[in-house]
């Protein structure tokens, strides 16, 4: 039973965190961004794109994709509890977003050592197309969060 309590522990702390990070993040909120999911190491996230976020070929411009991603990576890689910031992450855009979709971003630890740790992210529409995959490797301050 104790590790079931400790494993219960971490999740609501990492909840408490992420939802410490939503509080401040005025860029998240802007992008509708609601998180549905939160254990450690692991985020999932939820935006439908809007009209203004389209570029001149009524695509939305690659950076709501990516936006999307990295704010499930930074949710996911501060679980851990210690502020954790991306050193870089890399993007490809398997197919064309439109306005009126809904995007999921899955972000999950990969590998993590004390100060360095890896995230895969996956976004997908509603209907389960992957529509971006992200790569991105974080560090782990020795800044603990409040």
Same mark, same amino acid.
């Given at each position: 039973?104790?590790?079931?309590? /400790? ?11 992420? /939802?410490?990070?939503?509080?401040? /993040? ?10 549905? %999911? ?12 809007? +009209? ?6 009524a695509v939305a411009h690659g950076g709501i994709a990516f936006a999307l991603a990295d704010s499930a990576l930074a949710f996911a890689s501060n679980t851990c ?6 050193? %870089?992450?890399?993007? =490809? =855009?398997?197919? +064309? ?21 890896? *995230? /895969? ?17 974080? *560090? ?7």
């Amino acid at each position: 039973m104790p590790a079931q309590a /400790d494993n219960e522990t971490a999740e609501q702390r990492a909840r408490q965190i992420v /939802d410490q990070m939503m509080a401040r /993040d005025a860029f998240s909120r802007w992008l509708g961004i609601e998180v549905l %999911e939160v254990t450690p190491g692991r985020a999932v996230v939820r935006m439908t794109v809007r +009209p203004e976020m389209l570029n001149g070929f009524a695509v939305a411009h690659g950076g709501i994709a990516f936006a999307l991603a990295d704010s499930a990576l930074a949710f996911a890689s501060n679980t851990c509890g210690m502020v954790t910031m991306t050193l %870089e992450s890399s993007i =490809f =855009f398997a197919t +064309p977003v439109r306005a009126g979709d809904v995007l999921t971003a899955t972000a999950e630890e990969t590998s993590a050592g004390n100060r360095v740790a890896l *995230y /895969d992210v996956v976004v997908t529409r509603a209907d389960g197309t992957r529509v971006a995959f992200v790569r991105g490797t974080a *560090y782990r301050t020795k800044q603990a969060h409040d």
